[in-house]
Each structure stands twice: as structure tokens, then as C-alpha cells.
């Protein structure tokens, strides 16, 4: 069957954006024809897309007018398409109708819910909301923000927490407390979410973890695949999902608005290691009660068999002139939207470049820092060789001259010294040379000879 997504926006991994792309995928794995049109369309969903291989478009670019089998409303965009080209082009279309929140303006159900076939709100919360709108609760019917079943499946985390993830567009300063406090208790931590770190969730991602930290969709991706999961975010939330609140959360659709319980991060991070064992027991049982309801495949199968009985619509005049009216009301909204999208990215590109110029500014401060200090140390050191050079220089010429001194003495006495005996060898001379040393001589050997035989006494 041709089949026609249309989505107020696809542009960051949100819920509705989630629940465009899991559709038209679950459509498509049934042998549809799929396309899908939107307001607004940007990175990183439309690589996304892309690499989906399903074709879609901008709103203002769609000129299909043979109409679709089916078409998967949300926001507003099927009364923007009627307001060009009329009525007629949802004549022999299923139409259904979503709804995913119960406070949004966007998901406000507009006139096209008085002609869509069925009614799909993603919790019981939403669909109590759609009945305070005047839609009759027979028309509507909870789809449970269902997951594809590529999530049915055993993950087996491990006995003890050792890897946690955060899933999380606006994780609040106490989730971020209690990442830092996990880690110090070497338990790994990982965030995917805005800002930093968009992707799509898929089984194997959540399957390198061993529990969960997130609201909405996750929950039933965790559930599924039989993950721990811990419902706290912006809105603040139970904890651990349990037997005694499985259903209360549910009924909000996992939002955590159930009970608006904000904790501290220290509180956080006591209570994902302190009930992590008892979570990990109650996942599985959680699981084998409710899984079959929060598998999408179970919702699509049942309008493509609802799609196939469908019959022509004839719609009265005046409905066709208030669609037609809400439309271009809705046209403008869209465009006004598709305006506000495009500053708030390059509002975020303007600021990631001025954050990556304060980074590289930063970087170059400390590199100057580093290298001042590096020139003063070097400077200091050149002082210190140069004192000490100075000083070594000082020494030596003391020493040089002292030596010098030391010398000259030295010289002045081996010239007396060589003087006296100059003069003490001209006297022995005189004394050999005179007479009474010659007449003496008979008398000092007979001194020699006595003194010899004293010695042998």
C-alpha cells in the first residue's frame, strides 16, 4: 500500500521524529510503499533518513495529489496539504490520526481527527486528554509508544552494575551529579543525547549495557530487551521500574511526571546501586506481562487489515471548508516553525563555533602561559650561570692572583736560597783548599777509626 508519513519535523533524535522513522519503517518491512513529508528536515535525522532509503521531503515540495492508501498523521501537516489542493485527496485514504502528548500545543487534535479512521494516542494519559477535546474514547485507541521488535530480545545484563546509559535530550544537573558519583564507585557511564551526542537507539546499542537511565520511548526499548531501567529526568520520576510502578509510569508514558519526585545526584546514584539487583529480578517479569503491547509490528498490522476494508469518505462541505481553513492557519505555523528550527541551529552553529574559538583562544592562552613560563624559568636559570659565572670568573682571579703572588715569593726565595749556596759551596771551597784542612786530615781519619771501633764495643 502507499503509504504517507507526515511529521511537523525531522531534525534531532525527539520523540516524534522516533515515531516518524520507527513507522514508516514498520510500514515498509510490510510491503508499503513508504514516504514521508515534513516542515522541516535536518541533520542529524536527515542522514539518517538517507541511509533508511526512504524517500522523503519538505511539505512545500510534496505535489502528490493521487492520494494514499494510508496516511500516519502527526502535527498538522494533513490539513496544510488539504488547504492546497482540497479535500478530495483523502478520499479513499486511511487515515490515522497520532497523538503523543497530552500538553504539547502541536499534538492539540486538530480537525483532521474528525475524519481520520482511528485515533492513536502514545499513553492512556494522551488519549484522556484527546476524550476532554470532545473525541469520543471509541475512536481512540493507546499504541503505548510501541518499539520495533528488533528489541525483543535477551540481552542478560550483567549480576552486578558495572555499565550504565544515560538517554537523555535535557538530562537535569542531579543526573549529571550522579553520572560523576557512579564513576568514582567505577561504574562506567556513558550519555547519549543533546547536546553532545545525538544517535539513534538501537538494540545494540543498549545492548553493550547493563541498565538504563532515561524516560519515554527507551523505557520500552529496555523493557523489551529485558534492561533495567531507571525513570528519571527533567520532569524528576520513580526510579527503578518496578511491579508496584510499572503502571503508574506507564499511564504517563514513562515521562517520570507520574510522581515528580526530584532527588539529589547523590540520592540517584544511591539508589541505581542499592536497588539495581531487585530491578534487575522485576524487569524480567515486567517483561513477560506487558512486551506484547509495546510492540509496534502488533499496531501496524492492524491498520493495514483495517486499511484494506476501508471505503470512500465523503466529507460534508463544512468540515471540508474548516480543514481547508485550519489549514492555512496551519501552513503559517508551519512555516513560522520551519523559521524558528532554522535560527535555533544556527543559533547552535553560532555558538559551537564561538565555543570552538573560545576553546582555540583558550588553547593558545596556555600555550603563550606555558611558554612565558618556560622563557622565565629559562631566564632564571640564564641568571643563575650568569651569577655563577661571574662568581667562578671572581675566584679565578683571585686565585690567579694569589698564585701569582704565591709564585713571585716562591721565585724571590729560591733566589736566596740559591745565593746562600752559592756562597756556602765558595766557603767549603776555601775550607778544602786551606792549609789546616790538609794538616787536619791525619787527625780526622784517626777520629773516624776510634768512633768505628766504639761501635763494635
Known amino acids: ?73 502527526q502535527h498538522h501537516l494533513l490539513s496544510y496539504l488539504i488547504s492546497k489542493w482540497g479535500s478530495d485527496i483523502i478520499s479513499n485514504s486511511y487515515i490515522v490520526s497520532v497523538s503523543l502528548s497530552a500538553f504539547h500545543p502541536l499534538e492539540v487534535p486538530g480537525a483532521v481527527a474528525d475524519v481520520a479512521d482511528i485515533i492513536l494516542a502514545n499513553s492512556p494519559e494522551t488519549a484522556r486528554k484527546l476524550t476532554e477535546f470532545g473525541i469520543h474514547p471509541d475512536r481512540v485507541k493507546v499504541f503505548y509508544n510501541a518499539a520495533p521488535n528488533s528489541f525483543l530480545r535477551e540481552c542478560n545484563p550483567s549480576e552486578t552494575l558495572k555499565k550504565l546509559l544515560i538517554i537523555s535530550n535535557h538530562a537535569p544537573p542531579e543526573v549529571l551529579d550522579a553520572s560523576a558519583i557512579l564513576h568514582s564507585r567505577n561504574i562506567s557511564v556513558d550519555h547519549i543525547g543533546k547536546p553532545y551526542n545525538q544517535a539513534r537507539i538501537t538494540p545494540a546499542t543498549i545492548g553493550n549495557y547493563d541498565a538504563l537511565l532515561t524516560i519515554g520511548k527507551s523505557v520500552q526499548y529496555a523493557i523489551l530487551s529485558g534492561i533495567p531501567v531507571y525513570i528519571y529526568d527533567h520532569f524528576g520520576g520513580p526510579g527503578w521500574l518496578s511491579l508496584n510502578n510499572s503502571h503508574d509510569a506507564e499511564d504517563f508514558n514513562f515521562s517520570g511526571r507520574c510522581c515528580n519526585r526530584i532527588l539529589s545526584g547523590r540520592d540517584i546514584a544511591d539508589e541505581i546501586t542499592d536497588g539495581y539487583s531487585a530491578a534487575l529480578e522485576a524487569i524480567q517479569v515486567i517483561k513477560d506481562r506487558v512486551s506484547s503491547k509495546y510492540l509496534l509490528h502488533n499496531y501496524v498490522s492492524e491498520v493495514l487489515s483495517l486499511a484494506k476494508q476501508r ?78 659565572h661571574t662568581l667562578l670568573r671572581d675566584t679565578y682571579k683571585t686565585a690567579v692572583r694569589s698564585l701569582r703572588a704565591e ?32 794538616i787536619t786530615k791525619p787527625l780526622r781519619a784517626l777520629k773516624q777509626t776510634l768512633s768505628n771501633l766504639r761501635g763494635f764495643s
Open 311 to 388: 471505503v470512500q469518505r465523503s466529507i460534508p462541505q463544512d468540515m471540508s471548508s474548516l480543514l481547508r481553513r485550519e489549514g492555512a492557519t496551519c501552513g503559517e505555523l508551519v512555516n513560522h516553525l520551519r523559521l524558528t528550527y532554522q535560527q535555533s541551529n544556527l543559533i547552535k552553529h553560532l555558538e559551537a563555533t564561538i565555543a570552538d574559538m573560545e576553546s582555540a583562544r583558550t588553547s593558545q592562552l596556555d600555550e603563550i602561559e606555558h611558554k612565558s613560563r618556560t622563557l622565565d624559568e629559562l631566564s632564571d636559570k640564564f641568571s643563575a650561570l650568569e651569577s655563577e
Open 407 to 438: 709564585a713571585g715569593t716562591m721565585a724571590d726565595d729560591i733566589t736566596r736560597l740559591s745565593r746562600a749556596l752559592t756562597a756556602a759551596q765558595h766557603d767549603l771551597d776555601l775550607v778544602l783548599k786551606s792549609t789546616s784542612w790538609k
Open 1 to 73: 500500500m502507499r503509504t504517507l508519513i507526515l511529521t511537523n519535523h525531522l531534525s534531532q533524535f525527539g520523540g516524534s521524529e522516533i515515531v516518524a522513522l520507527e513507522a514508516a519503517d514498520e510500514f515498509r518491512n510490510a510491503g508499503c510503499q513508504v514516504t514521508i513529508v515534513s516542515g522541516y528536515i535536518d541533520q542529524p535525522v536527515k542522514s539518517e533518513l538517507q541511509n533508511m532509503g526512504i524517500p522523503f521531503l519538505l511539505v512545500d515540495e510534496f505535489h502528490n495529489r493521487d492520494g494514499f492508501d494510508i496516511i500516519w498523521s
